[in-house]
């Protein structure tokens, strides 16, 4: 389909991101509090050196997204680090304006680690091979509360292979071992990512039998990657809170009202942690 409806393929990174309809990192802004959703439409934050390195390893790995620059030598220090003058803030602020990341020699040769790393990885290899298209983009309107979504996939497979399952592809500056992962995935709402990514793509398809897979790699040497699926119980959950998170988008565009947190909330109960540590479970 042409236009924002439907599976859309090829759609520049600004163009995507410049729509009107509710996004996962919005929605799990809005599940925060509808003041801080709103707060983050309102004052968009600009490229950041964390999320260029992310970008140029999607970019690496997929071969479409974000283009990338390196620090010319005379914006690098003598011992190559990128220089904190103001001509260099400057140059930076340029080159994402027109859709690159200035990305520093070291930090390059990072990024070609890390896509190394995940191509030699057996499973990752094998989630990036099957026939589909990388960085494809979904729109849909959500028939319950008439909400416009948005989603783009890292990589979406052909619905004819025979065990397709989409990709999203994370980096990590922590631990991409299981456990590891399960604690980010729980505090980055990946589930609810993945719930409204699969609920979107089953809108524009009519099949709600997508599956999601997450190839993780380390930003740090080793550069170790892990390939995980969510158990049907963090799907659950986020299916729950995808739901949540419409039905308040709703509410709150109907009202004009995006309120801060509850004014009447449940008594704060202890962490879990702490109450094993006390002994008051086992």
């Known amino acids: 389909m042409s236009g924002r409806d439907g599976i859309v393929l090829d759609m520049p990174d600004e163009v ?3 729509g ?14 509808p003041a801080v959703y709103r707060h983050y439409v309102e004052h968009p934050q600009p490229g950041k050196k964390a999320f260029d390195v992310g970008h140029v390893a999607h970019a690496k790995v ?3 997204g974000t283009g990338v620059i390196a620090y010319p030598a005379e914006h690098l220090t003598k011992s190559g680090n990128v220089s904190t003058r103001a001509e260099t803030v400057e140059w930076a602020a340029k080159q994402r304006a027109v859709g690159l990341a200035p990305i520093s020699p070291d930090d390059m040769a990072k990024v070609d680690a890390m896509a190394e790393a995940i191509l030699d990885h057996p499973r990752a290899r094998a989630m990036l091979e099957q026939q589909g298209d990388a ?30 399952w989409t990709v999203d592809l994370k980096t990590t500056s922590k631990s991409a071992h299981p456990e590891d992962f399960s604690r980010t995935a729980a505090n980055y709402g990946y589930h609810v990512q993945q719930e409204w990514y699969l609920h979107a793509l089953g809108l524009a398809t009519g099949d709600f039998s997508g599956r999601m897979k997450f ?11 892990g390939v995980y699926p969510l158990a049907a119980e963090y799907a659950e959950i986020g299916r729950d809170r995808v739901k949540e998170a419409l039905e308040t988008y709703a509410e709150c565009t109907a009202s004009g009202v995006w309120p801060g947190y509850d004014l009447d909330p449940d008594p704060i109960q202890p962490p879990t942690w702490l109450m094993f540590n006390e002994g008051m479970i086992e």
């Open 16 to 18: 995507y991101h410049g």
């Open 20 to 33: 009107p309809e509710l996004s996962s990192t919005g929605a799990r802004k809005l599940l925060l509090a």
């Open 62 to 64: 997929l071969g479409v």
């Open 135 to 164: 960085e494809a983009s979904v729109f849909v309107t959500d028939p319950a509360t008439g909400v416009r979504m948005r989603a783009r996939f890292d990589y979406l497979p052909n619905a004819a292979q025979s065990e397709p």
């Open 215 to 225: 190839i993780v790699v380390e930003t740090a040497p080793p550069h170790l990657v």
